[in-house]
């Protein structure tokens, strides 16, 4: 019997052991960058961006719009650093700024086709469970990249944000402004498409 | 429950977020449900492999793209290196205080009466007191000048209100600086340390006044470049 893991806790909640301390430098920071000091601004990027790109570059599904998405979060949070209130960290505002962009980015998209795949609120019904396909244990990353890759916008967002940035299921349906149970079944419908795919069989 | 409610319930179990009793639940069905047991281990393999995913790295030519849209976007008015202008100013404007009165209070220490004169006098005893009556004319030409100046500069709503209340504070800096000036050469009027002392802050605060009112006017007109340029000014 497969024993399930440890539930992870996701970095972008994880607080600071010292929120005040680190929050002042997040403020002065931000007030450095908001004055237009072009270093504070570098500063900023090269802090948040790795984390970010992760982010943008999953949910997007692709390197080159994640290029230019990760570009258009930065220049977003350039122009909007003057309602940066330290309320959270610098890096969950910019991290809810980016999932905000992303979601625009995949609405647009999805308006764009004809063929809609499916909702970011639709309560998605689960694949069908295949008859006995079995995902190999060592499973190969790029084979994973490419099979998150293929996922619905809808199902691969809510994923991205649970399996891979490790987020609960109450803070996945905050981050997308669904219900809890859509977060859950999304995430299922996903984990059902990759199995497939991942064995083989789609 | 049916094998197909079971199933819907894997997603918890892998998770870990199932309390004890569902999982005695569900653990008993897994023992009778090899379907149930083939996903409940896809999944754990799914979710391990996307929690170990590599990081990606953002290539360079973002941030080299995003720099340069930064450059071309709307700068906010700047002046030494990043520093706000009239923060900038704070300490031009303290130096030239603590100059003047470094300067006057150590001619103060090492003078002795009659050198002041004489190094005003080189040439006949009576020059001081034409010197002394053009310094009090050229006082009261720029005390004239200041004033205008200040009526102006008075009406800063064009800056907000941080940096009218800075540039309000450089300016008190400045009327310290003449204050003294003035009180010390009360007692001693050709005292020629104190009268350079307050030329220097007069021309200081003229100055900081011309350029308030220009900086006013390049924000009235919404002209951040020419505003820029002035800042630049007040760099060199």
Same mark, same amino acid.
Request: proline residues 5%; charged residues 25%; hydrophobic residues 40%.
């Given at each position: 019997?497969?024993?399930?893991?440890?539930?992870?806790?996701?970095?972008?909640?994880?607080?600071?052991?010292?929120?005040?301390?680190?929050?002042?430098?997040?403020?002065?920071?931000?007030?450095?960058?908001?004055?237009?000091?072009?270093?504070?601004?570098?500063?900023?990027?090269?802090?948040?961006?790795?984390?970010?790109?992760?982010?943008?570059?999953?949910?997007?599904?692709?390197?080159?719009?994640?290029?230019?998405?990760?570009?258009?979060?930065?220049?977003?949070?350039?122009?909007?650093?003057?309602?940066?209130?330290?309320?959270?960290?610098?890096?969950?505002?910019?991290?809810?700024?980016?999932?905000?962009?992303?979601?625009?980015?995949?609405?647009?998209?999805?308006?764009?086709?004809?063929?809609?795949?499916?909702?970011?609120?639709?309560?998605?019904?689960?694949?069908?469970?295949?008859?006995?396909?079995?995902?190999?244990?060592?499973?190969?990353?790029?084979?994973?990249?490419?099979?998150?890759?293929?996922?619905?916008?809808?199902?691969?967002?809510?994923?991205?944000?649970?399996?891979?940035?490790?987020?609960?299921?109450?803070?996945?349906?905050?981050?997308?402004?669904?219900?809890?149970?859509?977060?859950?079944?999304?995430?299922?419908?996903?984990?059902?498409?990759?199995?497939?795919?991942?064995?083989?069989?789609? | 429950?049916?094998?197909?409610?079971?199933?819907?319930?894997?997603?918890?179990?892998?998770?870990?977020?199932?309390?004890?009793?569902?999982?005695?639940?569900?653990?008993?069905?897994?023992?009778?449900?090899?379907?149930?047991?083939?996903?409940?281990?896809?999944?754990?393999?799914?979710?391990?492999?996307?929690?170990?995913?590599?990081?990606?790295?953002?290539?360079?030519?973002?941030?080299?793209?995003?720099?340069?849209?930064?450059?071309?976007?709307?700068?906010?008015?700047?002046?030494?290196?990043?520093?706000?202008?009239?923060?900038?100013?704070?300490?031009?404007? =303290?130096?030239?205080?603590? $100059? #003047?009165? &470094?300067?006057? +209070?150590? /001619?103060?220490?090492?003078?002795?009466?009659?050198?002041?004169?004489?190094?005003?006098?080189?040439?006949?005893?009576?020059?001081?007191?034409?010197?002394?009556?053009?310094?009090?004319?050229?006082?009261?030409?720029?005390?004239?000048?200041?004033?205008?100046?200040?009526?102006?500069?008075?009406?800063?709503?064009?800056?907000?209100?941080?940096?009218?209340?800075?540039?309000?504070?450089?300016?008190?800096?400045?009327?310290?600086?003449?204050?003294?000036?003035?009180?010390?050469?009360?007692?001693?009027?050709?005292?020629?340390?104190?009268?350079?002392?307050?030329?220097? =802050?007069?021309?200081?605060? $003229? #100055?900081? &006044?011309?350029? +308030?009112? /220009?900086?006013?006017?390049?924000?009235?007109?919404?002209?951040?470049?020419?505003?820029?340029?002035?800042?630049?000014?007040?760099?060199?």
């Amino acid at each position: 019997m497969v024993t399930p893991s440890a539930p992870r806790q996701p970095a972008a909640t994880t607080g600071p052991s010292n929120p005040t301390g680190v929050r002042a430098v997040d403020l002065e920071l931000a007030q450095r960058c908001r004055r237009g000091d072009a270093e504070a601004f570098e500063e900023l990027y090269r802090a948040h961006a790795g984390r970010l790109y992760n982010l943008v570059f999953r949910m997007a599904g692709s390197a080159d719009e994640a290029d230019d998405l990760l570009q258009d979060v930065f220049l977003h949070a350039h122009r909007k650093l003057a309602s940066f209130r330290g309320d959270s960290s610098l890096g969950t505002w910019l991290y809810r700024l980016a999932v905000n962009h992303c979601l625009d980015f995949l609405r647009g998209r999805q308006a764009k086709m004809t063929r809609v795949t499916d909702s970011l609120d639709e309560e998605g019904a689960s694949e069908p469970a295949a008859a006995s396909p079995s995902v190999p244990t060592a499973v190969s990353r790029i084979d994973l990249e490419r099979a998150i890759a293929r996922l619905p916008d809808g199902c691969r967002t809510a994923f991205v944000l649970h399996d891979v940035e490790g987020f609960e299921h109450n803070e996945v349906a905050r981050l997308l402004g669904v219900s809890e149970g859509t977060s859950k079944s999304q995430v299922h419908k996903a984990r059902m498409k990759l199995r497939a795919m991942l064995s083989g069989i789609a | 429950m049916s094998c197909q409610e079971y199933e819907a319930q894997i997603g918890d179990y892998v998770d870990g977020a199932m309390d004890e009793a569902r999982r005695a639940s569900f653990e008993s069905h897994l023992t009778t449900c090899a379907s149930c047991q083939a996903i409940v281990a896809d999944f754990t393999v799914i979710r391990a492999a996307s929690l170990s995913l590599e990081p990606q790295v953002p290539p360079p030519h973002v941030w080299r793209k995003l720099s340069a849209a930064i450059e071309a976007e709307p700068k906010p008015l700047l002046g030494f290196g990043g520093t706000p202008w009239w923060r900038a100013l704070a300490p031009v404007a =303290a130096m030239a205080v603590l $100059v #003047a009165s &470094l300067s006057w +209070t150590a /001619a103060q220490l090492t003078s002795v009466p009659g050198e002041r004169v004489a190094r005003l006098t080189p040439a006949t005893p009576t020059e001081p007191v034409s010197i002394l009556a053009e310094y009090q004319r050229a006082e009261r030409d720029l005390s004239s000048t200041i004033e205008g100046l200040e009526r102006i500069a008075s009406d800063s709503t064009a800056l907000d209100m941080e940096t009218a209340d800075v540039l309000k504070a450089n300016l008190t800096v400045l009327d310290g600086a003449i204050g003294e000036s003035r009180e010390a050469l009360k007692n001693e009027p050709e005292n020629d340390v104190a009268q350079e002392s307050l030329f220097e =802050a007069l021309r200081n605060k $003229v #100055a900081l &006044l011309q350029d +308030t009112i /220009a900086l006013i006017n390049e924000m009235r007109k919404g002209n951040q470049e020419g505003a820029a340029r002035i800042v630049s000014g007040l760099n060199q």
